[in-house]
């Protein structure tokens, strides 16, 4: 089992930023991938980015390329999300997701995904 955590979520004014962290624990070494995806009430869950945990390389929908960049450290364990800019309809529950071998490259879809934070609400305020 891998564990996550996430940390880093609260107030942001529109036009700032935000750095959100994710630690992981447990099975660590089965991680393949890690991943970061939102949601809104009565939305569905947002794919952002997404990192090998193995190799470091990343990948983001056309939507947030420029805007997003996710990072890992490993010694740490530790996922980390970097996002500018932010407008008032990103506020969300920002969660951190992780999945072992046998799933797509890059998940990009919330059912890709095996583990899961308990979240962190980004406000985003006008």
């Known amino acids: 089992q891998v564990q996550l955590v996430e940390s880093g979520g609260g107030l942001v004014q529109a036009g700032g930023s935000l750095r959100l962290s994710c630690a992981a624990s447990?099975?660590?070494?089965?991680?393949?991938?890690v991943a970061w995806f939102r949601q809104t009430p009565g939305e569905a869950r947002e794919f952002l980015a997404a990192?090998?945990?193995?190799?470091?390389?990343?990948h983001y929908p056309d939507s947030m390329k420029g805007r997003i960049t996710i990072s890992r450290d490993n010694a740490k364990n530790m996922i980390i999300l970097e996002m500018n800019n932010l407008k008032p309809y990103e506020t969300a529950v920002y969660y951190c997701?992780?999945?072992?071998?046998?799933?797509?490259?890059?998940?990009?879809?919330?059912?890709?995904?095996?583990?899961w934070g308990q979240g962190t609400q980004v406000t985003v305020s006008k």
């Open positions: 997701v992780a999945y072992g071998g046998g799933g797509p490259y890059y998940g990009t879809v919330a059912s890709d995904y095996d583990y």
């Open positions: 447990g099975r660590t070494f089965t991680i393949a991938t």
């Open positions: 990192i090998r945990w193995s190799t470091g390389t990343t």
